[in-house]
């Protein structure tokens, strides 16, 4: 898999030269932070051909997310369709943030990594507290979220994190929408 830094991507991009930047993070993060010239297409919802069809393959694309993760499955899913030309910005919009790099900012929300940390602590300590006060099969609950969350570590692939990603807070508003090319 090709990678490139942060600094040598905003050191071309400076240059004048037009990168080809895909963005696979959620609108709402998209909104709140994103590289100049970059389209929004959530990894969620990616459409590797759609991809093919709207960039131009024959020159490199940067994906990026917010620390590498999304990009990197993203990365794969347009390999496997097919587009060589997709490189990983390691890092993300957080590397590319460190280097003090240029962004386009909006307003301010909760990452997704965050809001999974939230929901499942929620989770885990209801099914403890129902599991004590109520009736101990409650406490299924809690080993069911603790068991996802060691499958999301061993397969860096998150259900409850991409499930979260698709809630109408992480959607975003009219500006990430008009910046989404790959979406139907």
Same mark, same amino acid.
């Given at each position: 898999?090709?990678?490139?830094?942060?600094?040598?991507?905003?050191?071309?991009?400076?240059?004048?030269?037009?990168?080809?930047?895909?963005?696979?993070?959620?609108?709402?993060?998209?909104?709140?932070?994103?590289?100049?010239?970059?389209?929004?297409?959530?990894?969620?919802?990616?459409?590797?051909?759609?991809?093919?069809?709207?960039?131009?393959? @024959?020159?490199?694309?940067?994906?990026?997310?917010?620390?590498?993760?999304? @990009?990197?499955?993203?990365?794969?899913?347009?390999?496997?369709?097919?587009?060589?030309?997709?490189?990983?910005?390691?890092?993300?919009?957080?590397?590319?943030?460190?280097?003090?790099?240029?962004?386009?900012?909006?307003?301010?929300?909760?990452?997704?990594?965050?809001?999974?940390?939230? #929901? @499942?602590?929620?989770?885990?300590?209801?099914? #403890?507290?129902?599991?004590?006060?109520?009736?101990?099969?409650?406490?299924?609950?809690?080993?069911?979220?603790?068991?996802?969350?060691?499958?999301?570590?061993?397969?860096?692939?998150?259900?409850?994190?991409?499930?979260? @990603?698709?809630?109408?807070?992480?959607?975003?508003?009219?500006?990430?929408?008009?910046?989404?090319?790959?979406?139907?």
């Amino acid at each position: 898999m090709k990678t490139i830094d942060p600094k040598p991507l905003a050191e071309s991009n400076q240059n004048g030269q037009a990168q080809q930047i895909l963005d696979v993070r959620t609108p709402a993060e998209f909104e709140q932070a994103h590289i100049s010239g970059s389209k929004l297409s959530p990894l969620d919802s990616l459409d590797p051909d759609q991809i093919i069809r709207n960039f131009d393959t @024959a020159k490199p694309l940067f994906v990026i997310c917010q620390s590498g993760k999304r @990009a990197k499955q993203a990365v794969e899913k347009l390999q496997q369709a097919g587009c060589e030309s997709a490189v990983l910005l390691n890092g993300g919009i957080n590397a590319w943030s460190e280097h003090s790099l240029p962004l386009n900012t909006g307003k301010k929300t909760m990452s997704l990594e965050r809001q999974v940390r939230i #929901a @499942a602590g929620i989770l885990i300590l209801t099914g #403890a507290v129902l599991g004590f006060y109520q009736h101990p099969l409650w406490h299924l609950l809690s080993a069911f979220v603790g068991a996802g969350l060691t499958f999301a570590g061993i397969t860096d692939s998150c259900a409850m994190g991409m499930l979260i @990603a698709k809630m109408p807070w992480n959607r975003g508003g009219k500006t990430a929408n008009e910046c989404m090319i790959c979406t139907s």
